[in-house]
């Protein structure tokens, strides 16, 4: 039996080090570079996992070099934290390989987004271990300083994570009045509606569902929210924390990706907060994924724990 109290892995302290890995999509070397460069100015230490740079069609690599990428990052008990370069596609290819035990012996700061959700969902359901959904490390340098400072803050703090609802984002409309508390799970929706009727099925009964997406016609986001609904992931969920829909438009009059999130959000009877910083846009909220967390639509605000704990903590609870 996996036990349902989160795990939480320490938080990052000076001097540690951090293991880039690029489990999906392929890396230009100068953009690990310029990752390495990131972390080293807050004082950590910073590698490359050893075929991070490699190449295989549109992928890091072949499957079986990324996966050992991974699987040596959660192995290595000098590594403290596992980041993920970029997201793109090719998680799934390697998830039902990762070495679980090593990930329950030793839990690690995990931190990506995008395609990097199947490896956060997967690690949920297996063992219970606490993500971070922020940016990809490749493109750390390149944002701006409020991103970067809630990539420091998750990593390296261990504050909650309070979010306001931004007027400027295009889903601040999408709202269904209410308060909930529960564990934030989700991420990319694309990504969840691919991984329905895989093994990995999480348990979202009483959960708040983070969701976002990129370059997805209004059909197709439809399309991912029916999958999901359909395969009865979102049966029994408390609330529904939306987070950007970048790129996100159709060539029709009609109808608009808001409009599709509004009809069927509204339809699970439960709070919805739209306008949350979360997912592709120019400006990134990092946050924890297995986390406990409030999200109130009528203040416009998502309060989430942090993902880290205190080095001398226990990693359960």
């Given at each position: ?10 938080m990052?302290?000076?001097g ?8 999906s999509g ?27 740079l490699?190449r ?15 699987n040596?990052a959660?192995?290595d ?10 997201g ?13 035990d ?33 940016p ?10 409020s ?6 803050r998750?990593l ?6 309070v ?20 564990i ?6 694309t ?12 348990d979202?009964?009483g959960?708040?569902?983070v ?5 997805e ?8 929210l ?6 009865g992931?979102?049966?029994?969920i ?5 987070g ?74």
């Open positions: 039996m996996v036990p349902f109290s989160p795990v939480r892995p320490a990052l302290q000076p540690e080090l951090v293991r880039l890995v690029a489990p392929w890396v230009r070397p100068d953009r690990a570079a310029a990752a390495i460069q990131a972390l080293t100015s807050w004082g950590l230490r910073a590698q490359a996992a050893k075929s991070a490699s295989h069609f549109y992928l890091a690599g072949t499957d079986e070099e990324r996966l050992d990428d991974v040596d959660f192995r008990p000098e590594v403290r934290a596992v980041l993920c370069l970029r793109g596609y090719g998680a799934q290819r390697i998830i039902d390989d990762i070495d679980l090593a990930v329950r012996n030793d839990p690690k700061l995990f931190m990506g987004y995008s395609d990097i959700t199947a490896l956060h969902i997967a690690l949920w359901c297996e063992t219970r271990l606490s993500t971070v959904h922020g990809v490390a490749a493109y750390l340098s390149d944002a701006d300083s991103t970067k400072g809630s990539v420091h998750a390296m703090t261990g504050d909650p994570v979010m306001t609802a931004d007027e400027k984002e295009s889903t601040f409309d999408v709202r269904v009045a209410g308060r909930a508390e529960g934030l799970l989700g991420g990319n929706l990504m969840l509606a691919t991984m329905a009727g895989g093994r990995h099925k999480p979202l009964g959960a708040i569902l969701i976002e997406a990129t370059n016609e209004p059909y197709r986001v439809d399309r991912s029916v999958q999901l609904k359909r395969a992931w979102l049966d029994g408390a609330g529904v924390a939306v950007q829909f970048t790129n996100c438009v159709d060539d029709g009059p009609t109808p608009t990706v808001e409009q599709v999130l509004s009809e069927q959000l509204g339809s699970f009877g439960v709070p919805v907060l739209g306008g949350l910083p979360i997912g592709h846009g120019d400006q990134q909220t990092t946050v924890g994924l297995g986390v406990p967390a409030v999200l109130d639509a009528d203040s416009g605000t998502l309060v989430a724990q942090p993902v880290g704990r205190p080095a001398d903590q226990q990693a359960s609870g």
